[in-house]
């Protein structure tokens, strides 16, 4: 079996402006894979992932634009192949979690997480595939909250599961063009994102990684990136969500 070759690879990855997306854009990188960096907003943060890549010898652009929506996920892919000629690789990483009792979630709160978490994956995979003529691979960022829901992230909790089975979906769909799809669900990652959960309830981090996982520790940015890295490198890995960092009984 031949590895997934990242010679003269292109890769767009979502959200990449800090957290999960910057570290798989730089392990990228690191393989020899120009990155098309992202975010919706927040230039000063992109543009330090695209410094950092290139400090460590990749190549890398950038895009700022609202994958919630269509128009921003084209105007992403086209900055792919404008720069580069080609895609091969798709990291649909963009997400949102806000915190509300169920019955208390209103439209507002409801479409923007279907909208980030949902129809992005959506919107961006229909873009990449048109252009990913030699085969191509695209990793869906899922969470665990997709198959362990968290109190207070119900419809976060139920976008992530249905990443989980779009994943499958795609993977079925897209095998006869020779483009794979796989899925990664991370626990509690340690991002911005990830903390804010146990700062909104008062909790510890490190007391609850402790008590509520089996290595006791919150997993790494960088942990997931080299899960995705081994995960695109894997000729026959298709369809399937693997998930990192799961609890004491999981």
């Known amino acids: 079996m ?6 003269n690879r292109v890769a767009v990855v979502t959200g990449s402006g800090r957290g999960i997306g910057r570290a798989i854009a730089i392990r990228l990188a690191r393989e020899g894979v120009r990155v098309v960096v992202n975010a919706k907003k927040g230039l000063d943060e992109v543009l330090e992932t695209v410094n950092i890549i290139k400090e460590v010898g990749g190549e890398a652009t950038y895009v700022l634009a609202d994958v919630s929506k269509r128009e921003g996920c084209r105007s992403l892919i086209g900055k792919a192949i404008e720069s580069y000629g080609r895609l091969d690789i798709l990291v649909n990483n963009a997400g949102v979690g806000f915190y509300s009792a169920f019955e208390n979630v209103s439209d507002d709160l ?50 992530k599961a249905a990443v989980i089975q779009l ?26 994102m990830g903390l804010s959960y146990f700062k909104l309830l008062g909790l510890d981090p490190g ?19 080299e899960l995705v890295v081994a995960l695109i490198k894997i000729p026959s890995m298709t369809g399937e969500t693997v998930v990192i960092g799961s609890d004491r009984w999981g």
């Open 207 to 225: 007391e609850w990684a402790r008590k509520h996982t089996l290595t006791g520790s919150l997993v790494e940015p960088e942990e997931v990136a």
């Open 2 to 7: 031949t590895l997934y070759d990242f010679k």
């Open 110 to 159: 409801l479409d923007k997480q279907v909208a980030v978490n949902f129809k992005s994956v959506v919107y961006c995979s229909q873009e990449a595939i048109q252009y990913m003529k030699d085969g191509g691979v695209i990793v869906n960022i899922a969470s665990l909250a997709g198959i362990k829901p968290l109190p207070g992230l119900s419809i976060y909790n139920a976008m």
């Open 167 to 192: 994943t499958r979906s795609m993977a079925v769909e897209l095998a006869a063009r020779s483009i794979r799809v796989v899925g990664v669900a991370p626990g509690f990652v340690r991002t911005k």
